[in-house]
């Protein structure tokens, strides 16, 4: 079936622009999870949907990151006023049921330029 | 703090060799620790999970091993191919209501043939 998709692949944007990244989970995946991944740095927890509770948005770095889930399916993960520090890799990730033991499946993650 | 240390120089091993990587953490009590598999340019791909009662898993020529006294897992890859060279992440859990997985950085391996 299909995996987890993300859209745009790359987006070069201008410093002090807002730019929104889209994700596409697994069907029937109830957990979504954002992360940002820098060059030579591991992977850094953004924000955590599951199903109808309120995200976990403990990694979030600052105001200007947001992002929500319609539906339980897609999300959207939406930096305001970028700045170059944000320029990085995000992935998203879907799982099953979002334990602790449930694999997570990634998207081929969207690369942010900032300018 | 926790932490979560692998080991931070690339690994180089030739073809038909055993690579045997390291995951180290601190202040930690997981339940459950997960291996997974990053290509350049891709995301992390899901390779073994192992539970905080399991000393063992193995997975075709991968074996890890969780030792919650030292602290540490070991990932092997057994009978090396150039095809195995990426980067190896291992991910903590506590489980329970901590739903979040706690990365570490990662170690490149490269096979040579």
């Known amino acids: 079936g299909a995996g987890v998709s993300q859209s745009p692949s790359n987006k070069v944007t201008e410093k002090g622009k807002d730019v929104e990244l889209r994700c596409d989970p697994i069907s029937g995946h109830t957990a979504l999870y954002w992360y940002r991944q820098s060059l030579g740095q591991g992977l850094e927890f953004l924000i955590y949907f599951q199903g109808n509770s309120a995200p976990d948005k403990s990694g979030l770095p600052s105001d200007r990151f947001s992002a929500e889930r319609t539906g339980g399916s897609v999300s959207t993960l939406t930096i305001q006023r970028t700045q170059q520090e944000d320029s990085a890799v995000y992935l998203c990730?879907?799982?099953?049921?979002?334990?602790?033991?449930?694999?997570?499946?990634f998207g081929p993650g969207t690369r942010l330029t900032v300018l | 703090s926790q932490k979560i240390e692998q080991n931070s120089e690339a690994l180089n091993i030739q073809e038909g060799k055993t690579a045997t990587l390291t995951c180290n953490y601190t202040n930690y009590s997981p339940a459950y620790l997960q291996w997974y598999r990053q290509d350049p340019g891709r995301g992390p791909v899901f390779l073994l999970l192992i539970r905080e009662n399991e000393k063992e898993k193995r997975k075709e020529r991968l074996k890890v091993t969780f030792d919650t006294t030292l602290k540490q897992s070991l990932f092997h890859i057994t009978a090396s191919q150039p095809a195995d060279s990426a980067t190896y992440l291992c991910a903590l859990a506590t489980g329970g209501n901590n739903r979040k997985l706690i990365w570490g950085l990662g170690t490149s391996l490269a096979v040579n043939p």
């Open positions: 990730a879907s799982s099953l049921s979002g334990g602790g033991s449930d694999t997570q499946y």
